[in-house]
């Protein structure tokens, strides 16, 4: 099973700031990789897929990059709205795993 | 627009049973692979079981195979998981999730609003 590590667990941040979050598979999973923004209380939401791929109605401030086994999210002036937590999660390999996320806490 | 809604949680007793249900719409329901994923409280996210679009194929995670059934019935658009010796760590919210499929594996664009299974004597 491919291990999924997230760094850093909380990050603090004050809006309007850029916010760069980390993803590290534990072998190679391509670009076979997307992230998800959970804010609290409320269902999962896909932000990005294939590496680097914005989904439907995701705004152009969050962008993903990287390939293999380091992944990061950017996003280039936090939001209110973006206060939440962060997961990434590979599909190269079965099964598909998540990491264990990144809390966006306002500072 | 995909809209899935998840039922069936509960409280029981550990070594009980439950069955989820997520009812869809807005989708060729058949054409696409299902999922649940769960998430305990407090905790992140994990992969449960999967099952291709015909029901021919069925996936599960080591931590309930054995004891979960995914199934499906294409032709009322319903994804069910049927869950048997039910333990503690089983307690977590359901999500039902729409399977994108890349090279036959998946990331989830669309996700139930969740139904919340807890198990506790």
């Known amino acids: 099973e491919i291990v999924m590590t997230q760094s850093p667990a909380t990050l603090s941040v004050s809006p309007g700031e850029r916010v760069t979050l980390s993803c590290r598979a534990s072998?190679?999973?391509?670009?076979?990789l997307a992230w998800y923004q959970q804010k609290p209380g409320q269902v999962p939401r896909l932000l990005i897929y294939?590496?680097?791929i914005r989904a439907t109605d995701i705004p152009g401030r969050f962008s993903g990059s990287g390939s293999a086994t380091e992944f990061t999210l950017t996003i280039s002036s936090l939001q209110s709205e973006d206060f939440a937590v962060y997961y990434c999660?590979?599909?190269?390999?079965?099964?598909?795993?998540f990491g264990g996320g990144t809390k966006v806490e306002i500072k | 627009e995909v809209h899935l809604l998840d039922s069936g949680g509960g409280l029981v007793q550990p070594g009980e049973s439950l069955r989820l249900s997520c009812a869809a719409s807005?989708?060729?329901?058949?054409?696409?692979?299902m999922t649940w994923v769960r998430q305990a409280p407090g905790k992140g996210l994990e992969w449960v079981s999967s099952?291709?679009?015909?029901?021919?194929?069925?996936y599960y995670g080591d931590s309930v195979k054995g004891r979960f059934t995914i199934s499906r019935d294409n032709s009322k658009d319903t994804l069910f998981l049927q869950m048997n010796s039910l333990r503690a760590e089983d307690t977590a919210i359901y999500y039902c999730?729409?399977?994108?499929?890349?090279?036959?594996?998946?990331?989830?664009?669309?996700w139930g609003q969740g139904t919340l299974v807890t198990v506790s004597s």
């Open positions: 999660q590979q599909y190269q390999y079965w099964p598909p795993t």
């Open positions: 099952i291709s679009g015909s029901g021919a194929n069925t």
């Open positions: 294939t590496t680097s």
């Open positions: 072998q190679s999973v391509f670009s076979s």
């Open positions: 999730t729409k399977c994108v499929a890349e090279g036959g594996h998946c990331y989830f664009d669309s």
């Open positions: 807005g989708l060729p329901f058949s054409l696409y692979a």
